[in-house]
């Protein structure tokens, strides 16, 4: 007899976000700017804010952003980038892994809700694997991609044409929430967290 297995159900509210951003900047100060709004927006709204607890680049912004209003930041850092991406110790809480895999999963589990800033190999990498989690059925946790001066449009017209080719569900665009910017992804969260409460 098959077993029910039932969807997991969103978290009431969001409490924690984790942050996938670039430790670089990028070309366009907008990518910066929105990064520094999203974090002082976390801690305005009272909202943990868990990321890669780099120091360097859009990590380094959201978190202290995130710090200077007053917020709470968890970091994980596996310890091979410990240099190179100048793990931020004055954080609220910051953990050490041993790798890529640990850190991801520490991330995810301490975090309501998935934001992506732009960012390169890595927050696609991050982005992806929660993306797939989604998609199977493993959480239900939202997913908002932060498409400042449309970053983001390469991927999202690669996920449609995923799914022009018949390799996904049309379900998995639904899955993904596209803001702007920092200020509409904030708003998401707060309409979620209105609808949660």
């Given at each position: 007899?098959?077993?029910?297995?039932?969807?997991?159900?969103?978290?009431?509210?969001?409490?924690?976000?984790?942050?996938?951003?670039?430790?670089?900047?990028?070309?366009?100060?907008?990518?910066?700017?929105?990064?520094?709004?999203?974090?002082?927006?976390?801690?305005?709204?009272?909202?943990?804010?868990?990321?890669?607890?780099?120091?360097?680049?859009?990590?380094?912004?959201?978190?202290?952003?995130?710090?200077?209003?007053?917020?709470?930041?968890?970091?994980?850092?596996?310890?091979?980038?410990?240099?190179?991406?100048?793990?931020?110790?004055?954080?609220?809480?910051?953990?050490?892994?041993?790798?890529?895999?640990?850190?991801?999963?520490?991330?995810?589990?301490?975090?309501?809700?998935?934001?992506?800033?732009p960012g390169g190999a890595g927050t696609l990498d991050e982005f992806f694997e929660v993306?797939?989690?989604?998609?199977?059925?493993?959480?239900?946790?939202?997913?908002?991609?932060?498409?400042?001066?449309?970053?983001?449009?390469?991927?999202?017209?690669?996920?449609?044409?995923?799914?022009?080719?018949g390799f996904a569900d049309p379900s998995v665009r639904d899955v993904v929430t596209v803001?702007?910017d920092a200020e509409a992804a904030l708003a998401i969260i707060d309409a979620r967290n209105?609808?949660?409460?």
């Amino acid at each position: 007899m098959p077993q029910d297995v039932s969807r997991p159900k969103p978290p009431p509210s969001i409490a924690a976000v984790c942050v996938y951003c670039g430790a670089r900047h990028g070309r366009d100060a907008a990518f910066t700017e929105a990064a520094r709004t999203l974090g002082a927006g976390l801690a305005g709204r009272g909202l943990s804010l868990v990321y890669g607890a780099g120091d360097v680049g859009l990590m380094g912004e959201v978190a202290r952003s995130a710090m200077a209003g007053g917020g709470r930041a968890l970091g994980v850092m596996p310890r091979r980038l410990m240099e190179m991406e100048v793990g931020k110790r004055d954080l609220t809480a910051f953990v050490l892994v041993d790798t890529m895999h640990e850190r991801k999963k520490v991330m995810f589990a301490n975090a309501d809700a998935v934001v992506a800033l732009p960012g390169g190999a890595g927050t696609l990498d991050e982005f992806f694997e929660v993306l797939t989690w989604r998609q199977l059925g493993m959480h239900a946790k939202p997913l908002i991609l932060v498409n400042v001066e449309g970053f983001w449009d390469p991927l999202l017209a690669l996920l449609d044409h995923v799914v022009a080719q018949g390799f996904a569900d049309p379900s998995v665009r639904d899955v993904v929430t596209v803001a702007p910017d920092a200020e509409a992804a904030l708003a998401i969260i707060d309409a979620r967290n209105e609808q949660g409460a």
